[in-house]
């Protein structure tokens, strides 16, 4: 079980998502903000939740599923795609445009549906799905048992869901008080995309390196 503790990483990682918050935060300015963010929340936690069962259903609660090396080799190779990443975003960074990406734009006048379409779409270009990957790689090759597999999953779906629980929460506790700090959180991750996403990529891909290279010699 103290293997688990080797999540760590993943859950951060799983809980800093720039889209998922910023986009949750612009859906709860519409006119059916709870709705609205629960639906663009719940597609993100879905296709979460299909990796998890996916790889329960594999063999993760088996010690012998998967290997400790295979799990190294697979931290390893997510860090470097990272980085590679990462950097090709940093070389290729351009000045800030007062144009707003387009899943913004689509998100402005979005229905529950609509946004639950949306959260797919994003979900599913989200540098989040390998960290997700990557964590249950490692519940597959620890020692863990069943219900320590799962405990381990249902963590690193409870740290994807804080992306939509705490601004959801907030909004719900403070109602209108909560709209200006929100609007203004919103802003600032929208504007900052480019940097947030270069910043994900290269911490991220530099935590998941050294791991895997310390793991591996």
């Known amino acids: ?84 990443v990462g950097l090709v975003q940093f070389v ?27 959260g797919l779409v994003l979900a599913n270009l989200n540098p989040n799905l390998f960290i997700m990957l990557s964590g249950m790689t490692i519940i597959s090759s620890s020692d863990s048992t069943w219900p320590q597999a799962i405990f381990g999953t249902a963590l690193l779906l409870l740290a994807a869901s804080l992306d939509f629980l705490v601004p959801i929460g907030a909004f719900v506790l403070l109602g209108d008080r909560a709209r200006r700090g929100l609007d203004t959180a919103k802003t600032w991750m929208v504007r900052r995309n480019k940097e947030l996403g270069v910043a994900v990529f290269l911490g991220f891909g530099a935590l998941f390196t050294i791991r895997g290279v310390l793991a591996l010699t």
């Open 1 to 84: 079980m103290g293997e688990l503790l080797l999540l760590l990483p993943e859950m951060i990682g799983l809980i800093v998502t720039p889209a998922a918050v910023a986009g949750c935060v612009l859906l709860l300015q519409s006119d059916k903000p709870i709705p609205n963010a629960l639906s663009f929340g719940g597609a993100f936690l879905l296709v979460y939740t299909v990796i998890g069962a996916a790889s329960l259903l594999g063999g993760a609660g088996d010690a012998s599923a998967t290997s400790q090396t295979v799990s190294h080799w697979v931290g390893l190779t997510v860090g470097v795609l990272f980085l590679v």
């Open 92 to 118: 290729k960074r351009t000045k800030l445009s007062a144009e707003k990406p387009k899943w913004i734009l689509e998100l402005e006048e979005a229905t529950p549906r609509r946004a639950f379409a949306i």
